[in-house]
């Protein structure tokens, strides 16, 4: 027996005895799958792509869709078929339509019952061939993807091309030419940036989504692809399409990942961009306007807000406003607006107070507490966790428990999710003994916290009783350090020290529960404080 044969038999051997694959026609829709099975492994016949299948949603189809067409439309898989994962969802309201790989998806008001699809687990064989009910004795074995793509760029790029009448089918391949250019010198990859890609026209139309394309010659070519819709330049339409719809993790998004915006616009816009671009700052989304062509002296009557690129962008400082003489002479613009793509202290919007904080827990763990009480105080610290963006390059938490002496319990690069947080610090056990919060505030500023930029770094204190050492010295140090003290007391703690330990003002960082089990009373209104202060600082 040859070792290609020997590869097939052991790879069926080893597929059969875990997981079955269930096999599909281009037709078959969520709703025909075994409801039994749970996240299945179907596989798609090839052309799918040439028939016209009805899909339902974008990223979440619901369970009327063809499973192989949603597949096709979300990136799942090629033209050429294969292996798709599918995994059930709830029904929802509005699924939304969209373009993207070819396939031209539908809007549905509600539906009981949805579903995802993704590609196989990378370790997983690529394809097992069958013939009927017989297995021909060949496979292939898919090794594992290289990681590729600028990893010093890892931005999730959103491009809204100016597809209007108002540019014409000529400016509009020069304008496809320039994005193509710009997405090489991007270097996208799954290790670097994502880019999507939407029109604006008449409607803002999506063409493909962020984790559609990842490899770079097939992004290009996905680009050169693009029809020219026409039509008026409803610019503020498809900023707010984009924003509301391209940068869910459903959709691709990355989660702790910067959300850059480009959008192209030729002229002026048709619309209103002020309102819709708001929403993209809400979001945290930063919005570069990059204008081409400036309206003449006889035209400017005919533009509805003359300062529609101030209020377009993230921030009206000039970083995120860049300016073309024309589409004939592109070449020279694409790597200094890479450059500023890529430029991560610049992209203020994507800062805000749930995905740009350091948060330290200092947990009292002295005997006055007990291990009930204690366990009451974790679940109040994982609350607040819960609240924040945390990941590898979003939001970090770390925790410190004391007595009189203090143990790190994890540290802030330890766990990359909220709810590896939350779990880490449900799992810490008591300590029991004395308390000295003053020596626990100077080990916590040492041990926990690097050197940031200002107003980033939040120190959330929980004590019930009096300190046994100084709390005002060393807290006074780490506001010194730029580290913002909240003091949270519980029961017995004393006032005096609470106010020693929290920062200015102290009525806005001193906060007081009479009992262990209304502490979650008091999350909300600590994740606003940190929202406040992180906002006047930055």
Request: charged content about 20%.
């Amino acid at each position: 027996m040859s070792p290609l044969l020997l590869i097939g038999v052991f790879l069926l051997t080893s597929r059969s005895s875990s997981e079955t694959t269930q096999p599909l026609t281009c037709d078959t829709r969520g709703a025909d799958l075994d409801p039994t099975a749970n996240a299945p492994l179907v596989r798609c016949p090839p052309d799918c792509g040439r028939q016209r299948l009805s899909v339902f949603g974008s990223g979440i189809y619901a369970a009327v869709s063809s499973v192989c067409g949603g597949a096709l439309h979300s990136g799942a898989m090629g033209t050429a078929g294969g292996l798709v994962r599918v995994q059930r969802l709830p029904g929802r309201h509005h699924y939304t339509r969209s373009f993207a790989n070819g396939v031209q998806s539908q809007s549905l008001s509600r539906w009981s019952a949805s579903f995802s699809l993704s590609k196989p687990e990378r370790n997983a064989p690529q394809e097992l061939i069958r013939d009927n009910s017989a297995i021909t004795r060949k496979a292939v074995k898919k090794m594992p993807g290289k990681k590729v793509g600028n990893k010093d760029c890892q931005m999730d790029i959103v491009v809204v091309m100016d597809s209007s009448s108002n540019l014409g089918r000529r400016r509009f391949n020069l304008q496809k030419n320039f994005v193509t250019k710009l997405v090489a010198m991007l270097k996208v990859g799954t290790n670097g940036p994502h880019v999507g890609l939407v029109q604006a026209s008449d409607f803002p139309r999506t063409e493909f989504l962020l984790s559609n394309y990842t490899q770079p010659k097939e992004l290009q070519f996905a680009i050169k692809e693009l029809t020219y819709l026409g039509g008026d330049t409803n610019t503020g339409k498809a900023i707010a399409h984009t924003a509301e719809l391209l940068f869910t993790q459903q959709r691709g998004a990355r989660r702790g990942h910067p959300r850059v915006m480009v959008v192209l616009v030729d002229g002026w816009p048709a619309d209103d961009l002020e309102r819709a671009a708001a929403l993209a700052r809400r979001s945290g989304i930063n919005v570069f306007l990059v204008s081409v062509t400036e309206p003449a002296a006889e035209e400017l009557p005919a533009v509805p807000d003359r300062d529609f690129a101030k209020k377009a962008v993230c921030r009206d400082n000039g970083f995120f406003s860049y300016r073309m003489a024309s589409w004939f002479s592109t070449t020279k613009h694409v790597k200094p607006l890479t450059q500023r793509l890529c430029s991560l202290d610049g992209l203020l919007c994507s800062r805000t107070c749930y995905n740009s904080v350091n948060i330290g827990f200092l947990i009292d763990g002295s005997s006055s507490v007990g291990d009930p009480n204690f366990r009451l105080i974790l679940d109040f610290l994982a609350a607040i966790a819960s609240k924040f963006d945390i990941s590898d390059m979003g939001t970090r938490a770390g925790a410190v428990q004391f007595t009189y002496d203090q143990r790190l319990e994890f540290g802030m690069r330890e766990h990359g999710s909220k709810e590896a947080v939350a779990a880490a610090l449900r799992k810490i056990p008591y300590m029991s003994g004395g308390t000295a919060t003053g020596g626990a505030i100077a080990y916590a500023a040492q041990n926990l916290f690097e050197r940031t930029a200002h107003g980033r770094d939040f120190l959330i204190v929980v004590t019930d009783g009096q300190s046994y050492d100084d709390v005002g010295g060393p807290a006074v140090a780490a506001h010194n350090r730029g580290i913002t003290v909240y003091a949270v007391g519980v029961a017995w703690a004393p006032m005096d020290d609470l106010r020693a330990m929290a920062s200015e003002p102290k009525d806005e960082h001193v906060f007081f529960s009479r009992h262990f089990g209304d502490l979650e009373d008091l999350v909300d209104d600590i994740v606003r404080g940190i929202c406040r202060d992180f906002d006047a600082k930055n």
